[in-house]
């Protein structure tokens, strides 16, 4: 099968290269009043973004339902995931800040790959959302999240919530299915024993690190899977650069050495062609003839306007091989054009 085997779905080739993260509007970090999820999730579509991506585990539910309130039956590609279900807890057991959200409702988020696990979290979230879901991905399998409970989770899913999966796709009632994942093994391993639409690969082929574009890339192409890129920032070390005196993230986390030695270089060349860090960060994974859109998260329209112009802002080609010669890009990655 040829390198450039069309997108499995077409619904998949009519994503947009920058799509809306909506992690942020369900208090990612820090809570957000209803008033300024809505103006920025509005600023989006009046912008003419048509991708919006979000999950139960957004703030547990409320991202869900802000994206819905927001964006009523407006004509937009919305995907969420399942592998989670959410469960009531205590007030005891209430927090300024659980798994990284703040603020949120009364739920906590329990894995649940099962069928039926799945078909009940495809049913809240669309309750939630007031709308039909267009594509659903599984969300973070893999032994990043689950380590030594990986291989139950992924009989459970194969076992169960793919069959689910299937079901929903067959009668209609989403149009794609794939996996939301922050690690490529996972991918690999989906690719070889199932047949998948669609990939969001989070954080794993971005400008800085490029390891997916070896083997699960080609795969997807051979496969005809398409690939979104979700984190392009690496948790917001590609957005801010490491000038400033910190704390720098990667991967959700306090970044490394390594990596901020990394970032640093990489904007060691971004100055000397005047080139804004996160415009690169966000133009590079779209290069990739895998790679169908970009997906940032947005907690507002002024953050949608930088992306939105970072996007379009003109980069020379010479850039990308001065990255590349000095070993800050995979030599086989492949490099945007300027037209």
């Known amino acids: 099968m040829p390198l450039d085997t069309p997108p499995s779905h077409p619904l998949l080739a009519r994503l947009p290269a920058l799509g809306f993260g909506a992690a942020p509007v369900g208090n990612l970090y820090r809570a957000l009043s209803d008033g300024e999820a809505t103006a920025a999730i509005e600023a989006a579509v009046a912008a003419g973004i ?38 009531p807890i205590g007030a005891h057991e209430r927090a300024a800040l659980r798994f990284g959200f703040a603020d949120a409702p009364d739920l906590t988020p329990v894995f649940d790959y099962s069928y039926d696990g799945v078909m009940r979290s495809h049913e809240e979230s669309r309750a939630r959302l007031g709308r039909r879901i267009n594509i659903l991905y599984t969300h973070d399998l893999g032994e990043l999240t689950h380590a030594g409970d990986h ?35 996972v991918c690999e391993r989906a690719l070889n ?10 954080g794993r082929y971005t400008l800085l690190e490029q390891g997916a574009c070896h083997r699960l890339l080609p ?19 590609l957005a801010r650069g490491v000038k400033g005196d910190g704390p720098f993230y990667y991967d959700y986390e306090p970044a490394p050495a390594a990596v901020i030695d990394r970032v640093r270089a990489i904007e060691t060349v971004c100055d000397s062609f005047s080139v804004p860090l996160p415009a690169a960060a966000l133009q ?11 997906i940032a998260g947005f907690a507002s329209a002024d953050e949608l306007a930088h992306a939105r112009r970072w996007l379009q802002t003109p980069i020379p080609s010479a850039f990308w091989q001065a990255l590349q010669e000095q070993g800050l ?11």
């Open 50 to 87: 048509t991708y919006f991506d979000t999950a139960p585990h957004y703030g547990f539910g409320l991202s869900e339902q802000r994206l819905g309130a927001a964006l009523g039956d407006g004509p937009v590609i919305v995907s969420s995931k399942v592998g989670r279900r959410l469960e």
């Open 151 to 185: 291989e139950f989770y992924w009989q459970q899913f194969c076992e169960g919530g793919y069959r689910a999966l299937l079901e929903l796709k067959r009668t209609g009632a989403i149009d794609a299915i794939g996996l939301g994942v922050n690690e490529t093994a």
């Open 193 to 202: 024993e199932l047949q998948l639409d669609v990939l969001l690969l989070a």
């Open 219 to 237: 795969h997807c192409q051979r496969a005809g899977v398409s690939v979104v890129v979700g984190g392009p920032y690496n948790s917001g070390i």
């Open 284 to 294: 590079f994974p779209l290069a990739h003839p895998a790679v169908v859109s970009v």
């Open 329 to 339: 890009i995979e030599t086989i990655a492949p490099l945007p054009v300027r037209l």
